[in-house]
């Protein structure tokens, strides 16, 4: 079954951008993921789909701030314009027939 | 809207039962497959069931098979899970989802928090 790996912590500065890494074991590298987000104290919310082209869907309401973009396993959430409600935790999930997964998630704290 | 909204959590003895509930509204229930994740204290999120739309189908974690059940009421617009025999360690809010198939998991309700403890 494929296995996410997430770095467990980020950090940027206000206004500034970041790009958190999301990384799809070895022989799943062509799955669709999803990026979550969930805020201190909240239920999860999900950001978008993100293929291995690149392309990705948003969710509604979802701000213009945050895109997706893939390299090879590895699959990419950017933040531009980093604002203080942006500081969260994010988790990407795959799945397949059998199962469902979540990365371990990263947790992103804004200076 | 799409409202997802758990209830059924509580305080419960190791090797007790609980039955947790998500009702559904703003969408077609029986069109989705609908989930079950977990998320222990300051931990991360953790898949628990998935039931197709049919409620036929289901699948499940290792850690929870066997002692989970998973189940849906279409007419009801209701989600279920069945827990059994807990352990201290299903301790953990427990969220529903759903999916249009093999896809993300789009919406999420709020959360119903689980206590396995003596």
């Known amino acids: 079954q494929p296995v996410l790996t997430q770095s467990s912590s980020a950090s940027a500065s206000l206004g500034s951008s970041v790009k958190l890494t999301c990384t799809l074991s070895?022989?799943?590298?062509?799955?669709?993921i999803a990026w979550h987000q969930q805020q201190p104290g909240k239920a999860p919310r999900s950001l978008m789909k993100?293929?291995?082209?690149?392309?990705?869907n948003k969710g509604s309401g979802v701000p213009e701030r945050f895109s997706g973009s893939s390299s090879g396993a590895d699959r990419y959430l950017t933040i531009s314009n980093l604002q203080f409600g942006d500081e969260a935790d994010y988790y990407c999930?795959?799945?397949?027939?059998?199962?469902?997964?979540f990365g371990g998630g990263t947790k992103l704290t804004v200076l | 809207e799409v409202q997802l909204v758990e209830s059924g959590g509580g305080l419960v003895q190791p090797g007790g039962s609980l039955r947790l509930s998500c009702a559904a509204s703003?969408?077609?229930?029986?069109?989705?497959?609908m989930h079950w994740v977990r998320q222990a204290p300051g931990k991360g999120l953790v898949w628990v069931s998935r039931?197709?739309?049919?409620?036929?189908?289901?699948i499940y974690a290792d850690s929870v098979k066997g002692r989970f059940t998973i189940s849906r009421d279409n007419a009801k617009n209701t989600l279920y899970l069945q827990m059994n025999s807990l352990r201290v360690e299903d301790t953990a809010v427990y969220y529903c989802?759903?999916?249009?198939?093999?896809?993300?998991?789009?919406?999420w309700g709020q959360g119903t928090l689980v206590t396995v403890s003596s």
């Open positions: 993100l293929a291995g082209t690149g392309t990705y």
């Open positions: 989802g759903r999916s249009s198939g093999y896809d993300r998991i789009d919406y």
């Open positions: 070895s022989g799943h590298s062509s799955y669709i």
């Open positions: 039931v197709n739309s049919d409620g036929i189908t289901t």
């Open positions: 999930e795959t799945w397949d027939s059998n199962t469902r997964v």
């Open positions: 703003g969408f077609t229930f029986s069109s989705y497959w």
